[in-house]
């Protein structure tokens, strides 16, 4: 046999495919995919990051400075309608001879509040119609608010919110009490369950 004619069996074609097999794992890791097998046996992912909307207006909450079991919760309420304002968060919680709502937010169970819930926002003082006091209201249009939190332990916590919105022109929507977001306490902080 010529030394120069005989081929040996190729090697390449295994390694080739152990190759494609690895950049095809590799690829599916970077776009955020799983292998198929056990893929539905993973919790749902958690965010720091919720809304909802009731009654006319959105409210945006998030969970940012989280450090040595502390940070901030904040609230964006957002008016779904132009020429909507909310109330103080300093109203009473029955309004002034009836009229408004505080805007609140307050937490229960793993979480606690480490002062008050405070705004981005100048207070305006208005005029209603059969109310002998001013009432105090924010701008029209969003609201940032703020409160700083802890948890002692980890846990189950729940955050309530209690708003109204009104229009000088359209009046109002129907208040919203102690409506209920709820969240986590993790070692990585809080979190909200993702949405379904």
Same mark, same amino acid.
């Given at each position: 046999?010529?030394?120069?004619?005989?081929?040996?069996?190729?090697?390449?074609?295994?390694?080739?495919?152990?190759? /494609?097999?690895?950049?095809?794992?590799? =690829?599916?890791?970077?776009?955020?995919? #799983?292998?198929?097998?056990?893929?539905?046996?993973?919790?749902?992912?958690?965010?720091?990051?919720?809304?909802?909307?009731?009654?006319?207006?959105?409210?945006? /909450?998030?969970?940012?400075?989280?450090?040595?079991? #502390?940070?901030?919760?904040?609230?964006?309420?957002?008016?779904?309608?132009?020429?909507?304002?909310?109330?103080?968060?300093?109203?009473?919680?029955?309004?002034?001879?009836?009229?408004?709502?505080?805007?609140?937010?307050?937490?229960?169970? =793993?979480?606690?509040? #480490?002062?008050?819930?405070?705004a981005a926002a100048d207070v305006r003082s208005i005029s209603v119609p059969g109310v002998d006091a001013p009432v105090p209201v924010?701008?029209?249009?969003?609201?940032?608010?703020?409160?700083?939190?802890?948890?002692?332990?980890?846990?189950?916590?729940?955050?309530?919110?209690?708003?109204?919105?009104?229009?000088?022109?359209?009046?109002?929507?129907?208040?919203?009490?102690?409506?209920?977001?709820?969240?986590?306490?993790?070692?990585?902080?809080?979190?909200?369950?993702?949405?379904?």
């Amino acid at each position: 046999m010529n030394p120069s004619t005989h081929t040996r069996p190729s090697r390449t074609a295994p390694v080739t495919a152990a190759l /494609l097999s690895f950049v095809s794992l590799a =690829a599916l890791a970077a776009c955020g995919g #799983q292998p198929a097998e056990g893929a539905g046996d993973s919790p749902p992912p958690a965010t720091r990051t919720t809304r909802f909307t009731e009654n006319g207006v959105t409210v945006t /909450l998030s969970v940012s400075d989280w450090h040595a079991s #502390q940070g901030t919760l904040t609230a964006v309420f957002t008016p779904e309608a132009k020429g909507f304002h909310l109330y103080s968060a300093d109203l009473p919680p029955n309004g002034i001879e009836g009229v408004g709502r505080p805007t609140a937010m307050a937490v229960t169970g =793993a979480l606690k509040a #480490q002062g008050r819930l405070t705004a981005a926002a100048d207070v305006r003082s208005i005029s209603v119609p059969g109310v002998d006091a001013p009432v105090p209201v924010y701008p029209d249009g969003p609201v940032t608010t703020t409160l700083p939190v802890r948890a002692d332990a980890g846990g189950d916590a729940t955050v309530l919110f209690g708003y109204a919105s009104c229009s000088t022109r359209d009046g109002c929507t129907i208040p919203v009490s102690d409506h209920p977001v709820h969240l986590r306490i993790t070692g990585d902080g809080p979190a909200f369950d993702a949405a379904p």
